[in-house]
């Protein structure tokens, strides 16, 4: 059965196709936490919790490991290839690294307000205020940073990237989600 991350139907053969997955969850979960802002200053309805435990989960668990699958896995892997066009992406990588430290209070702020608002079932109008800051710096963050990884860091990697390193990817990125990679990628270098 080929593991697959996020709603769509890549598998560990396709690391970047993975990653961009995530992105699709990412948005949709923002969708989500956007929904929730509009009706925060109400009380709390069981569909809103529901919505929010759900993305608020999202973020605090799966998110991380899509960063530490850039981070760890894919970025220091482009930084190592001698190429003028990977060389001329290093800015744009240094940027979305720079942009993932940025999501962290944000995140914290609204997991912070999220659960305030699950266990007393409303927020103070000057929390509505900044739970509804929090997710619009969030989305507009998030939607430049995915635009750029999607269309210009992902292409370049599997463009530049050897199938050995692809699945090397591939083995790590399925090593934070306690899953077994079976493929058949070949290991031979482009
Ligand atoms: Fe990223
Ligand atoms: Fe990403």
Do not use: W
Not at 67 to 77: G, H, K, M, N, Y
Not at 97 to 115: I, N
Not at 142 to 151: F, M, T
């Amino acid at each position: 059965m080929p593991v697959q991350i996020g709603a769509k139907a890549h598998n560990f053969t396709n690391p970047t196709g993975l990653l961009s997955d995530c992105h699709r969850r990412v948005e949709m979960f923002l969708g989500t936490l956007e929904a929730v802002a509009q009706v925060i200053d109400r009380p709390a309805t069981d569909e809103t919790r529901r919505a929010l435990e759900a993305a608020l989960r999202y973020f605090a668990q799966a998110a991380p490991k899509h960063t530490a699958d850039e981070e760890v896995s894919l970025f220091p892997r482009l930084r190592q290839i001698h190429d003028p066009e990977i060389e001329a992406a290093f800015s744009k990588l240094d940027r979305l690294e720079e942009e993932h430290r940025r999501a962290t209070p944000l995140h914290a702020e609204v997991d912070r307000l999220g659960a305030q608002f699950l266990s007393n079932g409303s927020l103070s109008n000057p929390e509505v205020d900044s739970f509804r800051k929090a997710v619009a710096s969030l989305a507009s963050m998030y939607k430049q940073h995915i635009r750029v990884e999607d269309s210009l860091v992902f292409p370049l990697a599997d463009r530049m990237l050897s199938d050995a390193e692809k699945l090397a990817i591939a083995e790590e990125m399925a090593g934070r989600r306690k899953v077994r990679v079976v493929t058949e990628i070949s290991t031979g270098r482009k």
